[in-house]
């Protein structure tokens, strides 16, 4: 018996979602005295840096797929081989493409976005966009799990994993990927993922001001975010609007600059490690869910931000 | 085009959460409930656009309660043609698909479009549950969707970007932001959303996990204050105290 991570690869490497979705595996096997297994579809270098997170062997597909139902019925096959009882994704697009499809294949229950290792039969995740915690008890004897981005991590320290080359009768392509754009030129870390986020609101008055956003979060190596209203009147696109009905994200630091803090935006947020908030208005909600905040104009403040790291890393 | 629009209830996005009997069940008294965001501004604003350029039905789709049925009819208001409730209390993801599947599985439908994720259980399971249990293509996350004849192009939220798929009908896709803008209800469509057909029928099926407890996230610690004219001071915190950079 084993337990089976499902990781997806970009350019080759496995994404951080991926190495996270393995990691958590491994944990997991450890726990349970099995052994955990990955599964990715495409060509790697080496063990792609699998087995530092604690895999053992990494069964590796050829054919490089980006089909949900392909998928499916690889990792169905995969789970098969391995006598895995857990599949584990991360919560990304790939865990909401796959994951659920591929519970209904293996007759599995599956609790998705988990955040931590299951404890005592049940599995915690967040649940109401942020503002509460949901312990979940599966009742299948196989069971999917799909890891929130950042949430657990990525373990390093293991020992290089084994490569076996896999295949499995996985039908045809029926989603035909047919073109890309990129999300920003200058190749910043998807949203979901990032560590570090810079985020802006309303307060910064007009598109044409962005400039001090996006200078304080290269200087950090953030990625830059919005709040709702901003992306809905064009200042900026819509893939970096944060909150309930955005992006929800989990960075180690959150800083937000002539933003509210509406409670739509907090539930997008509120799980940020550190929150750091600008803001002219001492009353402003936000500062209730900062752990450190600044009483002033962000036009002043982020450019000496700025200057600071600057002079830090100098 | 025949379009089945999946539609859930969701509380509203302010109201407060708590739970009652010893945190095993979610508190609704006082809280409003709204259609889940994803599924009215996008996937039903979608179906309904589609409809108008093409031709053909939306119909929606709710698994729930009677409670449900003012959120149905105002779906309805804004533009949907007629309604179906699966009713049962579903329990988890699974079971929910499930009553779906079963309803949709010999109506023919071109296009079933959901929501990205419900906004109090977040569990982005339910569409692409629906697409492995009809056997049908699943579109994650898109943001885009046209149709031309029996050929669909759609973009979806991908590593980094926005990646461009084509599939054939029929297809599921969760939608989510970009995919269409929200539509305030006229008064003829509340009056027209009065007589049109919301049908119920039983159901029930099996889930496959279970809450067993909610919780609150533990309360943030006082927010430190720096002076604005000592914005460096932030950063050595950040990273001698917080160690977040
Ligand atoms: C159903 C629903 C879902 C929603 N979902 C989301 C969501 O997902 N994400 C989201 O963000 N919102 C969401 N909203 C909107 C939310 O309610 C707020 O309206 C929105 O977050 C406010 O955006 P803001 O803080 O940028 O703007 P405002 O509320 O206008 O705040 C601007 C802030 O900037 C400050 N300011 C002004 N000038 C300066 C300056 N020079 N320097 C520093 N600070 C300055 C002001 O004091 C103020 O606090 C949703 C609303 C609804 C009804
Ligand atoms: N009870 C329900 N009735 C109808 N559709 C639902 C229901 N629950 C979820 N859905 C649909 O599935 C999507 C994802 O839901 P979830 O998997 O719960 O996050 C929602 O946005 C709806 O479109």
Redesign the pocket.
């Known amino acids: 018996m084993s337990v089976l991570a499902i990781v997806p690869l970009n350019n080759g490497r496995p994404t951080k979602g991926g190495l996270e979705a393995a990691s958590y595996a491994a944990a997991f096997a450890k726990d349970q005295g099995l052994e955990a297994i990955a599964l990715v579809a495409g060509s790697i270098q080496t063990d792609g840096d699998l087995g530092a997170t604690g895999v053992v062997r990494v069964l590796q597909c050829s054919d490089e797929l980006t089909d949900s139902s392909q998928w499916t019925r690889l990792a169905a096959a995969a789970a098969q081989e391995c006598g895995a009882k857990t599949v584990v994704l991360t919560h990304d697009h790939t865990g909401r493409a796959i994951g659920p499809r591929l519970a209904v294949r293996l007759n599995a229950g599956m609790v998705s976005g988990v955040t931590a290792l299951p404890q005592a039969g049940a599995v915690r995740k967040n649940v109401f966009?942020g503002k509460a915690m949901a312990d979940v008890e599966v009742s299948s004897e196989v069971v999917v799990y799909s890891v929130t981005p950042n949430a657990f991590g990525v373990r390093d320290g293991g020992s290089p994993a084994a490569v076996t080359a896999f295949s499995a009768e996985v039908g045809d392509a029926r989603e035909q990927v047919t073109g890309f754009d990129p999300a920003s030129a200058d190749g910043q870390t998807p949203l979901p993922e990032a560590e570090l986020v810079v985020s802006?609101?309303?307060?910064?008055?007009g598109p044409e001001n962005w400039g001090i956003v996006e200078d304080l979060a290269k200087a950090l190596g953030a990625t830059t975010a919005?709040?709702?209203?901003?992306s809905d009147i064009g200042w900026r696109p819509h893939h970096e609007?944060?909150?309930?009905?955005?992006?929800t994200i989990r960075p180690n630091l959150y800083i937000?600059?002539?933003?509210?803090?509406?409670?739509?935006?907090l539930?997008?947020v509120n799980q940020s490690k550190v929150i750091v908030v600008?803001?002219?208005?001492p009353?402003?909600?936000?500062f209730k869910a900062a752990d450190y905040g600044i009483v002033?104009?962000?036009?002043?403040?982020l450019p000496r931000l700025t200057a600071a790291i600057k002079a830090l890393d100098a | 085009m025949k379009i089945l629009v999946c539609i859930s209830q969701a509380p509203?996005?302010?109201s407060r959460i708590a739970f009652t009997d010893e945190g095993k069940t979610f508190d609704s008294s006082g809280v409003q409930y709204?259609v889940n965001?994803y599924d009215e501004w996008y996937a039903l604003v979608r179906g309904i656009e589609l409809k108008e350029a093409h031709g053909g039905t939306v119909t929606t789709m709710t698994v729930g309660g009677a409670v449900c049925d003012p959120v149905i009819r105002k779906a309805l208001a804004i533009g949907a043609d007629d309604a179906v409730r699966m009713d049962a209390e579903p329990t988890d993801a699974m079971q929910t698909a499930q009553l779906i599947a079963s309803y949709a599985k010999d109506q023919a439908f071109d296009l079933i479009l959901c929501g990205k994720e419900t906004i109090d259980h977040n569990g982005s399971m339910v569409p692409a549950m629906i697409a492995e249990m009809l056997d049908w293509p699943f579109v994650a996350l898109a943001t885009h969707l046209e149709v031309e004849g029996n050929a669909a192009t759609l973009k979806r939220e991908a590593a980094g970007g926005i990646e461009h798929v084509k599939v054939n009908l029929p297809l599921v896709l969760s939608a989510a932001k970009g995919m269409a803008e929200q539509r305030i209800p006229n008064m003829r469509g509340i009056m027209s959303a009065r007589s049109k057909a919301l049908n119920v029928e039983q159901a029930d099926g099996t889930a496959m996990s279970a809450v067993r407890q909610f919780s609150l996230p533990p309360e943030k610690g006082a927010c430190k204050i720096i002076p604005a004219d000592q914005a460096e001071e932030l950063i050595r915190l950040l990273r001698e105290e917080a160690k977040a950079i």
């Open positions: 966009s802006a609101g309303r307060g910064l008055k919005c709040s709702r209203p901003v609007h944060v909150g309930q009905t955005g992006i937000a600059a002539g933003i509210s803090g509406a409670i739509q935006h539930a997008g600008v803001n002219t208005d009353e402003a909600p936000f002033g104009d962000a036009f002043e403040v | 509203d996005t302010t709204i965001p």
